[in-house]
């Protein structure tokens, strides 16, 4: 441990207390990251999206990033408002979406295949019309893909924003190609693999999207979101202003920012940045750390990016 990480050592308990109450570890008999011995899981050690997932700040701003994303998508969004409580339950949503993406990075390969396999079997089921009335279905390979973009540019975003290394276009081109991989399993097709591919393609969706009625409802349950932690009120406003401050220029139009909301989004954004250390050094032994040492390797390798090829 580096002095200045010894320094914030006592600051972080708080906070590590915070993230245990607001995302709780699953309770035993759920997905072992210690076993087995040497399964690298879908990316493994030497891929950029174990360093990128691994950083709590640019992730949970990241999706909650994706979330005001997802809300202008009227047939990802109907999917969430015939077949989800998200009125009651958002944060349970929000921590099955943050389970699915750590399982699906870290979980040994059998584990993440079935976890696929699962949300695949979930995804059979969805089904109706949107608020304009066109059909939709969950297991769309187009619906498939909109979601991957929304969140993985979000998470890029995040880590740009929060993460402690610099992200180099050949960085963020890895990134993309390697967790496309999971949205190609799930039954997505044309899932962009770099940032240009993935700039055209939202170029291409961008005229489809709206910001409807269903939109205004969602975002005001997200805007009223009650985290089981201390300071409840500020903690989400500081996550959901930090999320916000991600949003690219077209979609905060669409949503109708606000100067205000502007304004608040850069204060949080300059406030996460300040706290992203406590929490780095406060989450220290999650599923990153522990599937490093399943595989045999320091998880101080996470602090680095990976030889990146020529």
Avoid at 43 to 61: E, K, Q, Y
Avoid at 202 to 211: C, E, K
Avoid at 283 to 290: I, N
Wanted: a neutral charge; charged letters at 20%.
């Amino acid at each position: 441990m580096t002095t200045f990480a010894r320094l914030l050592r006592p600051a972080s308990a708080p906070i590590r207390r915070w993230v245990l109450t607001a995302f709780p570890r699953p309770p035993s008999g759920g997905i072992d990251y210690d076993h087995p011995v040497g399964d690298p899981g879908l990316f493994g050690p030497s891929s950029v999206t174990w360093r990128m997932h691994s950083d709590f700040c640019g992730m949970l701003a990241g999706g909650l990033c994706a979330l005001y994303l997802q809300l202008l998508h009227p047939r990802a969004l109907a999917g969430v408002w015939d077949h989800s409580n998200f009125r009651e339950d958002l944060v349970g949503r929000l921590r099955r979406t943050t389970a699915f993406v750590g399982a699906t990075t870290y979980a040994p390969t059998s584990e993440a295949q079935a976890l696929i396999g699962h949300v695949r079997m979930i995804h059979s089921h969805v089904r109706g019309v949107d608020e304009a009335g066109a059909p939709y279905a969950a297991d769309d390979p187009d619906l498939l893909t909109w979601v991957h973009v929304s969140e993985m540019s979000s998470f890029l975003a995040g880590y740009r924003a929060y993460g402690p290394k610099a992200v180099t276009p050949r960085v963020a081109d890895a990134y993309l190609d390697e967790t496309r991989r999971v949205a190609e399993a799930l039954g997505a097709r044309d899932v962009p693999g770099s940032v240009a591919d993935m700039d055209a393609y939202i170029a291409q969706v961008l005229p489809t999207l709206v910001f409807g009625e269903r939109s205004h409802v969602v975002l005001d349950v997200l805007r009223r979101l009650d985290l089981p932690v201390p300071m409840a009120g500020l903690s989400r406003d500081l996550f959901l202003h930090a999320g916000a401050a991600l949003l690219p220029d077209w979609a905060a139009t669409l949503l109708q920012r606000t100067d205000s909301d502007l304004r608040k989004a850069r204060l949080a954004r300059g406030a996460l940045r300040g706290m992203a250390p406590l929490f780095r050094v406060a989450l220290t032994e999650g599923v990153a750390s522990r599937s490093c040492r399943r595989v045999g390797v320091d998880p101080a390798l996470l602090a680095h990016w990976p030889p990146m090829p020529e």
